[in-house]
């Protein structure tokens, strides 16, 4: 890839598209964001957030909507609850909140119209100017060590190309997915050559499913710029800026390994929730024993 003069620029910044409406998790999703949906005591957002940290991302720049502020404010100073605990003494959970604010430097950009995917990852071309940065997707949450997009970025300084998270789907579901054809260069890691956003069941090359993580170079603002919004959706597809980049040999796919759960979907929040549960210190035994119970 032809980065800018300069040599490689550092990774800094996540973006994160929260702006979707949530309508496969209504009525939850009518008046709280699906984000804050919790998966055991934490809303769904902060497990995305905390992956972008501990990949050494320090700026999260979240495409919000109507109705998302209360994103915003989990991860802002929360003045009168800390004035409440400090007094009451309850140091571990004045600690706890504490520790939220002060997670990562959050900037909210606002998408005005639902038109896409890649209009809302457009809508980060101001704050994120002329540097690489990482796409999460907060539908899908990942469970890998060390941290997914950590794993993923190392892919991107290696080779200096984009990077996109991929997984083996069973063939019933490719039509839920953008899937993918290409050529395996090392282990796990695909050059792509060709995309299908969603393909009609039993029409799918492959069973690679692209999953949401994506380290992506800012010359996809501009291609997704010059793209044509779907003329009847009047979206802009991601999946088509992402096939620009692969028709310029410019594209890896990268088959990770570890948990992974659609949260979006109502059994993917339940799956997570046990699984979660399940490895939870004080949690984990009682529901073993509550499981067979009613197993
Ligand atoms: C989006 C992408 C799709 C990708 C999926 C991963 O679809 O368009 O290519 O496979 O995320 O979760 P969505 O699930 O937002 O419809």
Redesign the pocket.
């Known amino acids: 890839m032809k980065l800018p003069s300069g040599g490689i620029k550092l990774i800094k910044k996540a973006v994160i598209p929260v702006a979707g409406l949530g309508t496969r998790f209504l009525p939850a999703t009518k008046a709280t964001p699906k984000e804050m949906l919790p998966i055991i005591d934490k809303p769904a957002i902060q497990y995305i957030v905390e992956e972008a940290v501990d990949s050494g991302l320090q700026e999260v720049v979240l495409i919000t909507g109507r109705g998302k502020d209360s994103i915003i404010d989990h991860f802002d100073v929360s003045g009168e609850l800390e004035y409440y605990l400090e007094n009451r003494g309850k140091k571990d959970l004045l600690k706890l909140v504490r520790d939220i604010s002060n997670l990562a430097k959050i900037i909210a950009v606002r998408q005005k119209k639902p038109l896409g995917?890649g209009h809302a990852v457009l809508c980060a071309k101001e704050v994120v100017g002329e540097e690489p940065f990482a796409l999460l997707?907060g539908?899908?949450m990942v469970d890998t060590n060390p941290p997914l997009t950590k794993q993923m970025i190392e892919l991107f300084l290696k080779h200096q190309k984009a990077v996109i998270a991929l997984r083996r789907v069973p063939d019933d579901q490719t039509h839920l997915?953008?899937i993918i054809e290409g050529d395996e260069v090392a282990e796990g890691v695909f050059q792509i050559r060709e995309i299908i956003?969603k393909p009609k069941p039993g029409t799918a090359p492959t069973n690679l499913?692209?999953?949401?993580r994506y380290i992506l170079p800012p010359q996809i603002f501009t291609i997704l710029e010059n793209l044509q919004p779907d003329p009847v959706s009047k979206e802009i597809?991601?999946?088509d800026g992402l096939l620009k980049l692969a028709r310029q040999k410019n594209l890896y796919g990268f088959v990770f390994s570890g948990d992974r759960y659609?949260i979006g979907d109502k059994f993917g929040f339940v799956r997570a929730t046990v699984a979660y549960a399940l490895k939870d210190p004080q949690l984990g035994n009682k529901l073993r024993s509550f499981l067979d119970e009613v197993l």
């Open positions: 995917l997707l539908d899908d997915y953008g956003e499913a692209i999953i949401g597809q991601l999946t659609d």
